[in-house]
């Protein structure tokens, strides 16, 4: 597909970096692990509760109509009961769930073809190519529960959200298998969604209240070089905001207080202004990653400058006033996403697990229009830490909140009232070797290390990666390359800014770091021979950290971070109530890889002291402080917690 | 009235203690502010926010009935949405909120007579008067709105709650003015009540899922000398969580799924086992204060030893594990109460106003049956601190929930949507004289130091106490007596536990308190003469307050007490953002009394070290701790904040 501009005497960024397709990267060690997980537990577990909660009875035009679930609240599975703006059901979105889920095994199947999983898929597939309307309209809440009642609500009801995971779905099943039948079906419902929003007199000035489709379709156009599905994206991306207000105009139209609907804010779905003017992120954190990801897609593919500047701010917004140390964001269950500035509750924080998905879909694709660690920082943090918490170690359950503390009452879940959380953490797992590595016309950089496989296009020519490392629980890592024939080409090293001491060597020989490094990557531009190796060792040492002295909730704590994992503390492997032990400043660490715990991780150990209640009197309060005792703590991975015995858990320690 | 034992051959307790009637104590000082404040200011708006509510509409009968306003969660006014169990509505609590009114507006009448105030209720006892039905029964939400369903729902219902509050206001009312009307209304009702509810066959074994009825029937029964509303009281106590239990045949003759209701868990209304085997403070907190309420008056009343026994443990229970230092209680929004031992989050206090006021009601009741000073320190607490913070200096103003840190998102509000705070903390203010004494046949406890002027009667005696006080602001005390006569008996002084100082002089001569205190008192059993005079002098040295260890919210932070008041820090009276600050562990405090301030305060002033963030880079989280800077901080008592500028607020500060 060409690159376009918008205007054409300025031709701004071109596109950059595309990340490789799911088939092209094989990988190994500790992703292997998870995914083998996510492939045998997760997805049989993902199909089953799409059936069990009766999904499929919705979609099948040969089933029954089904009753509505309403409201909401009282919808079925686990999960505590949040009221939700009146116009809401779970079956609203359900055709998202479906698409996720098969989004998820498509991705799988990419690995390793499955013949039960396919029919599983094709089914679906024969469903909704059954479902589908004359026009191509294609949404199994407006055709099977409200007909009639098409776009009148975009605001509230998910409409063009659902049509959105169909198109990642499609494009990920075509991709896997090569088989076309779902590419066609979405095909048609996309042209049918053209002919009904847009700028052209006529049409509708609509967009989703929760972003998604922008994002699939810049995927849909990548998938099959067709322009006008960037063009849909760029036009939903740019209404977005404007006024006069869809969501308003939408409101009159359905004769309803336009004032009134879920949290009362336009902010909620980041519709509050123009998207170019936008520079804190609010709102709803999973929606503002969607649209934010989106956004960075047509920056690398229109090199659209004033939407870089937009997106540049919101990402500094982020990462110096919103962000969990995990990588987890959005704090507030209560609009599923951001409060205000430092406002960072560890033991409440909401934290979905969709949204620290969202942020490396976002972070990947900051990285389509340049090589900066700034990007794959974050990526690399919300990955190893708030997203992979997301799923237990076998795959089997899931949290959809991933707070920083917890006193035992936050625990794994086998489903939930909403289960869009399993199926992405799902997808991003099955397909995070595609996230190691960016592509372009004559580069290849290197965002993410860890055991794989790449067999790389750069052009016209084939270049095979091949890592080996330990990463993350060692830092060494060897990069071999594989060529046809030797060719000059540029390779861009990942050196992460946690990192305080690194060294890199070419074929043996050490690069100069300091001279070379460019926003985090050093650029080996060279002529290269099959067989060369780059060697590079990263310290992994145990770091402390300590929060900005605005969030109130940390003051007097310290996080512990080696390498990109984040850690905390488990009931099960300590002395005491973990909000009694306090780490000394200058406790030095001891650092042990355990094969046998927790699938094998690195824990951290050191003394510490543990305050008293002995000698405390039958009393909550004394004038006189607590008494302590020497004790000793020990670390696992935050992404590792709940996997064994329920009990406390707490990432920021007290240190005095 | 004669008081009864369970057993006759075991005397028990008998009644010791009985607290004056409210127009017997006339008080000054501290307090005649804020009776003021309540009198000119809420007593007008309780009586205003009623009608706007359209209370009336629905209790006139003379009007047509008016509209439901279901559900729950959208009905009028300010305050959070929560969503709420199915059955309940507003209206449904109407009668209590409007008694509750009335009582508060007949407790200021006793003061003082107001033709207006009165006008007010008596219009309103006439709208009851012709509301009544002809068998007694009184209830609006079940007379006009849902007429036919009377005693189908007592879990969900508030039907004997709302009468609970009739008859306390018909008492005060009827005591204040000597208007024999309403008690003559809620007489009839009371029978009626008693003809359907109790252990004699035919008749039904229910009781309220909210507490109230219970010590109202104390009440009117103290105020009636009628035995038979204290047999009706005990009935309800007795019959509390027995099997089979009520509110599942209940649920079972309303062909519902007696599993179904709001929190899920009999533990809710404290209906879970029996109440003598009770030894956790759980469920809702009101609920909670106002049972153990009752039983207190049932110990004093009857001698009931067992009863005496579940009280103590249920004491020992919420002191030791469950009580904010602000004498606030129910840290969870999501059951408006207890959740478990040390969980005393300070930012989502939920700490609602109308269980601290609860609370003093208890601690108020156990001092029936002997004077002791754990019970009177609680209720001092609570009484300065997490009660009077309900309502603003101005008496305008409220807060439903007391949280004892805010970022400035925590606001008191001119009304609620369940207003049942403002006429709960304006009746404990109005009353609040009757706290401060005690009187036996022989003797007079001083529970509360403050300004007042007592007419007590001592058996046939007339004994006036006149103290002259600065208290809370100075520890200087003077009583002198007034008697008709020399007379015979004894006076207990009360030493709060945490004055750690203090002095007594009995017309000038100084008293051993170390030989003669029991249980925090001290009694001086003489013949006393007119003029006679008592001076206390309790040191109110400012005091750090640290919490068990094992309340996590609180470590490495300490609060600051001066005699009965805890204190806070308000972002407009310091140089930073409040959790930047830290108080170092041996500063030393100034002590001032600013008169200008908040009505006139002492304040505390001390030296403390501020966070930086001027060499904080464009980052959360370094690897560097932040620096300080040396500050001064100023600290007001917790009661009077969010009374200028809205803004952060902190009672457990930072200690290094």
Redesign the interface.
Known sequence: MKSSTNDPSQPGIRSRFRSPHVKQVSVGGFWADRIKAVTEKTIPILQLRCDEAGMFDQIDPARPVPEQRIPF?TAFGGGK?R?VGGNVTAQMYWDSDVAKMVEAAALTVAFRRNDVTEAVIDRIVDMYEALQQEDGYLNSWYIRMQPGKRWTNLRDCHELYCAGHLIEAAVAYYQATGKRKFMDVIGRYVDHIASIFGAEPGKRRGYCGHEEIELALVKLARATNEQRYLELARYFIDERGRQPHYFLIEAEERAEEPGRFAHGTFEYNQSHIPVREQNKVVGHAVRAMYLYSAMADLVTEYGDEALRTALENLW?DL???R?Y?TGGLGPSADNEGFT?DY?L?N??AYAETCAAVGLIFWASRMLGFGADTRYADIMEQALYNGALSGVSLDGASFFYENPLES?DGHHRWSWHRCPCCPPNIARLVASVGTYAYGVSENEIAVHLYGESEARLELGERAVRLSQRTQYPWDGLISITLGLEEPAAFAVLMRIPAWCEKATLKVNGDVVDLAATLQRGYVRIDRTWHSGDRVEIALDLAV??????????QN??RV?LRRGPLVYCLERIDNPA????I?LS?DAAFQVEFEDKLLGGVVTLQASAAS???ED?P?????????RTSPASIKAVPYYAWDNREPGEMLVWL?E?
Chains 1, 2 share one sequence.
């Open positions: 609240s009961v009221p500094d990462v110096t006033k962000l140390i205000s406002d509750p033991e409440t006193r770091q402390r950290l300590y929060a900005h002295p605005n969030v109130r003051r007097d996080a109530p973990l909000n009694r306090s400043r305050e008293d209640t405390w039958r009393t909550l309060y004394r004038s006189e402080p607590p007290r005095a």
